[in-house]
T-cell receptor, first 116, second 112 residues
Framework: DGGITQSPKYLFRKEGQNVTLSCEQN?????MYWYRQDPGQGLRLIYY???????QKGDIAEGYSVSREKKESFPLTVTSAQKNPTAFYLC???????????????FGPGTRLLVL | RKEVEQDPGPFNVPEGATVAFNCTYS??????FFWYRQDCRKEPKLLMS???SGNEDGRFTAQLNRASQYISLLIRDSKLSDSATYLC?????????????FGSGTKLNVKP
């Protein structure tokens, strides 16, 4: 079955620790995105990638880093610089990252990050 | 001002009722529009795209008013399984990238 997978489902971070969230898709989508969702709020864009080996900062990139070495994979690292990392993290992908398309996004099941 | 604004609700309705949600967007250059459904502690899932002429999918009808910059979703004959949070999503379409803006969602509770 085609889809987007994220792991782990729950992740606990200690103070000062970097953690990495996995996102894999087998939909052959070019564009991938990372969002953060806090209770009662909409999704906020952290990073996005239109193509392999390229990525751009979103609206709240501080304290996060990403890589896009393979089309299928777009891991997100939450660094110790992110002071309020507790949230629901969602990875998404879409076929056409360019303006004017009606293409929408498909989401993975998400990772809940909690700080110990 | 937020890019996309929605009434958070909750909307509490009995089974079989008709319920409507509205959503407003701030950027007149927005190009495409969607409604997503998000169940508790799950990822958002596409419910339907919204087209300028309005569109229907079974019990769901979506409409777009570009002049007033709002989008609506109408649900007829509500089912218990419709209980969820409904997210309004707008694609502004930047210079070289599709950027999606999400409302914070409207919560619907359908009761027996």
């Amino acid at each position: 079955d085609g889809g987007i997978t994220q792991s782990p489902k729950y992740l606990f971070r200690k103070e000062g620790q970097n953690v990495t969230l996995s996102c894999e898709q087998n939909l052959n989508h070019d564009a991938m995105y990372w969002y953060r969702q806090d209770p009662g709020q909409g999704l906020r864009l952290i990073y996005y990638s239109q193509i392999v080996n390229d990525f751009q900062k979103g609206d709240i990139a501080e304290g996060y880093s990403v890589s896009r070495e393979k089309k299928e994979s777009f891991p997100l690292t939450v660094t110790s610089a992110q002071k309020n990392p507790t949230a629901f993290y969602l990875c998404a992908s879409s076929t056409d990252p360019f303006p004017g398309s009606q293409e929408t996004q498909y989401f993975g099941p998400g990772t809940r990050l909690l700080v110990l | 001002r937020k890019e996309v604004e929605q009434d958070p609700g909750p909307f509490n309705v009995p089974e079989g009722a008709t319920v409507a949600f509205n959503c407003t967007y701030s950027n007149s250059a927005s190009q495409s529009f969607f409604w997503y459904r998000q169940d508790c502690r799950k990822e958002p899932k596409l419910l339907m795209s919204v087209y300028s002429s309005g569109n229907e999918d079974g019990r769901f009808t979506a409409q777009l008013n570009r002049a007033s910059q709002y989008i609506s979703l109408l649900i007829r004959d509500s089912k218990l399984s419709d209980s969820a949070t409904y997210l309004c999503v707008v694609n502004r379409g930047g210079q070289n990238f599709n950027k999606f803006y999400f409302g914070s969602g409207t919560k619907l509770n359908v009761k027996p």
